[in-house]
């Protein structure tokens, strides 16, 4: 029930993103968001996700084999890895941004030029989301999947609150840079409880 819980407020960010734009901005703010969100963490997450999904049934033979230090030898290992990856990879994008931005632009015309400023934190959102995926499982090997909602509902009430003060002021990015810290938060915690 747990995980089931944890997953429901995973989906519940992805809404809250899109009812705060419907609610302060308007419905062209909302199809632009949706389109980036979309396309950038659907594709740039498919980078990580094979990483992870590499790992995952090594990690869990390592912990029913009680060699716990070697599972979280290959946990911290697997962070490492796909922390560099991210650096790496948001690199790429600052310098390359208006290369993305184009081919991102050619696949869908009617994006404006001023959503250019949401693509790199909604990329990096998306691959936090996957680099959580092993920062939080070391709490789910050892069956405190409660944990992970607490952590979880710190991503929302960020979420909620950043939304709610800022995006009537400041616009679309603020939802970007909410989704950003959501992750970042998640990842963050998971990460500094797993290992300490």
Not at 106 to 125: D, T, V
Not at 132 to 158: C, D, G, P, R, Y
């Amino acid at each position: 029930i747990p995980v089931s819980i944890w997953s429901s407020l995973g989906l519940l960010l992805h809404y809250l993103d899109r009812f705060f734009i419907n609610k302060y901005l308007d419905t062209i703010n909302l199809g632009v968001y949706s389109s980036i969100s979309e396309i950038s963490i659907r594709i740039f997450s498919f980078l990580i996700f094979p990483i992870t999904l590499a790992v995952h049934p090594r990690i869990t033979k390592f912990w029913n084999e009680d060699k716990k230090l070697e599972a979280f030898a290959l946990i911290n290992k697997s962070v490492k890895i796909i922390f560099l990856s991210l650096l790496i990879i948001g690199l790429v994008i600052v310098i390359f941004n208006n290369l993305f931005f184009s081919i991102l632009n050619y696949g869908i015309p009617s994006l404006p030029e001023s959503s250019k400023i949401i693509f790199l934190p909604l990329i990096m959102s998306g691959m936090l989301w996957q680099l959580s995926l092993l920062t939080h499982k070391a709490i789910e090997l050892n069956e405190k999947t409660h944990l992970m909602i607490v952590f979880i509902l710190f991503s929302v009430a960020i979420n909620i609150l950043v939304n709610t003060l800022f995006i009537s002021q400041y616009g679309i990015i603020v939802t970007a840079l909410s989704s950003l810290a959501s992750s970042f938060i998640y990842c963050s915690l998971t990460w500094i409880y797993s290992m300490y």
